[in-house]
Nanobody, 117 residues
Framework: QVQLVESGGGLVQAGDSLRLSCAAS????????MGWFRQAPGKERELVAA???????YSVDSVKGRFTISKDNAKNTLYLQMNNLKPEDTAVYYC???????????WGQGTQVTVFS
């Protein structure tokens, strides 16, 4: 059974940093592409950053230069380092895994990030 468990969210002030973690189990972590998504109240879920099996990364323009996605295959863990947080980053953050194609196959339960000014 595949499980993705996020942690590291919280309530922070604008300009602060957080590091989200996603612990994966039940899959061969290194063979999956991974992504971080977020969903703010009243908005659609959006892809924030992604990392391929080979380690290539992508991030949406609104977080470039502030957020960094990384992974540790030995620990089966995905990370999202978030610096210089802004109130508009407030959302529930989800990690997801995909084996092939563009659709993500597995999702975590989410972790709340709230940024106040």
């Amino acid at each position: 059974q595949v499980q993705l468990v996020e942690s590291g969210g919280g309530l922070v002030q604008a300009g602060d940093s957080l590091r989200l973690s996603c612990a994966a189990s039940g899959l061969t972590f290194g063979t999956y592409g991974m992504g971080w998504f977020r969903q703010a109240p009243g908005k659609e879920r959006e892809l924030v950053a992604a990392i391929s099996r080979g380690g290539s990364t992508y991030s949406v323009d609104s977080v470039k230069g502030r957020f960094t996605i990384s992974k540790d295959n030995a620990k089966n863990t995905l990370y999202l380092q978030m610096n210089n947080l802004k109130p508009e980053d407030t959302a529930v953050y989800y990690c997801a895994a995909r084996y092939g194609g563009s659709d993500y196959d597995y999702w975590g339960q989410g972790t709340q990030v709230t940024v106040f000014s």
